[in-house]
């Protein structure tokens, strides 16, 4: 297959959205290989070729149509949205989809000592972040006039480096801010990932493979919560066992041999089912109910 039929996909190389991203094309089929430290792995069942960059760059090389599809963070994609827009243009990639994974906020934070008293008191100090339009996005909204430190990485360290008070940064576990003794108090903008494409037309192939790739992203992400239970009960209870399947669409209702009052009820529910769910269909006269996880699903 020639060069102008293989999809090519940029993904972090390495960071929060590399291993949920690799995970999210493995379980939609994906078999890779790639070679150690190479930036390119290639898809040996799919057209589909990642490229592994950092993840800053991946709004241009999608726009600039260097790649395809982009799996990326909503907080690199606002500030670069913010960024083209502070520059009099338009970004020109498109979001295709929100994803379920890379969760995480920016947020401010102050050394674990000092006390806040609210975006008010934030007129006139220094702030180190390398989300600078976000942060500006955020001061401006709320008539404050701080200072913007812009800072290429290591932000969590220029406030006991002298070079700002307080930093603005990405926070998922908390973990950075607890190492660097620094205390979480404000957050500027919600994050997680979302799939972008090229504003360019694709040819015909690779548009059915981009389609096909979102029917299966669309199944992944469905199946995640999903799980399917099997149950006996009562042909009179059926109507309190409905009511209590979590998330469920017609269940399959199926007789038991030899038991004219029984049925089987097999169902799928769209959330998790937790203990608490299976007691109360046990006192709704359920019994010899299974839980069992859904591997794919495609409507
Ligand atoms: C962010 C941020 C912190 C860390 C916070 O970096 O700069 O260092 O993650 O995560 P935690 O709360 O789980 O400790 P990121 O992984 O996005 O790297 P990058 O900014 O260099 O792309
Ligand atoms: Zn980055």
Redesign the pocket.
């Known amino acids: 297959m020639d060069k102008h039929t293989r999809l090519k996909l940029a993904v972090?190389k390495s960071?929060?959205?590399t291993d949920p991203s690799l995970d999210l094309l493995t379980r939609c089929g994906l078999k890779l290989s790639r070679g150690k430290d190479q930036l390119m792995g290639f898809g040996e069942n799919m057209p589909l070729d990642v490229l592994f960059v950092?993840?800053?760059d991946i709004p241009d090389l999608v726009q600039e149509d260097v790649c395809d599809l982009g799996l990326i963070?909503l907080?690199?994609l606002e500030e670069k949205r913010l960024e083209l827009a502070a520059r009099g243009t338009r970004a020109r990639f498109e979001t295709v989809r929100t994803l379920d994974f890379g969760h995480?906020r920016l947020s401010l934070a102050v050394p674990a000592e000092q006390s806040y008293d609210g975006v008010r008191s934030l007129h006139g100090r220094r702030i180190a972040t390398?989300y600078p339009f976000l942060l500006g996005r955020f001061l401006e909204q709320r008539g404050v006039a701080a200072e913007i430190v812009t800072l290429s990485?290591a932000?969590?360290i220029a406030p006991r480096l002298g070079r700002a008070d307080l930093i603005c940064?990405?926070?998922?576990?908390?973990?950075?801010?607890?190492?660097n003794h620094l205390r979480e108090v404000e957050t500027v903008f919600e994050s997680h990932a979302v799939l972008i494409r090229t504003p360019v037309e694709l040819p015909a192939e690779k548009r059915d493979w981009v389609e096909r790739l979102l029917l299966r992203v669309e199944g992944v992400e469905q199946v995640k919560e999903s799980k399917y239970i099997m149950l006996h009960a009562p042909r009179s209870a059926l109507a309190a066992i409905r009511r209590l399947l979590p998330g469920s669409e017609s269940p399959t209702v199926i007789a038991l041999d030899g038991f004219p009052d029984r049925v089987a009820v097999h169902a799928v529910c769209r959330e998790n089912v937790f203990w608490e769910t299976l007691e109360a269909l046990k006192g709704a006269g359920a019994s010899a109910m299974l839980v069992l996880p859904i591997e794919k699903m495609l409507a």
Not at 170 to 177: K, Y
């Open positions: 972090q960071g929060r959205l950092r993840d800053d963070g907080n690199v995480c390398t990485g932000v969590e940064d990405l926070v998922s576990t908390g973990s950075t801010l607890q190492a």
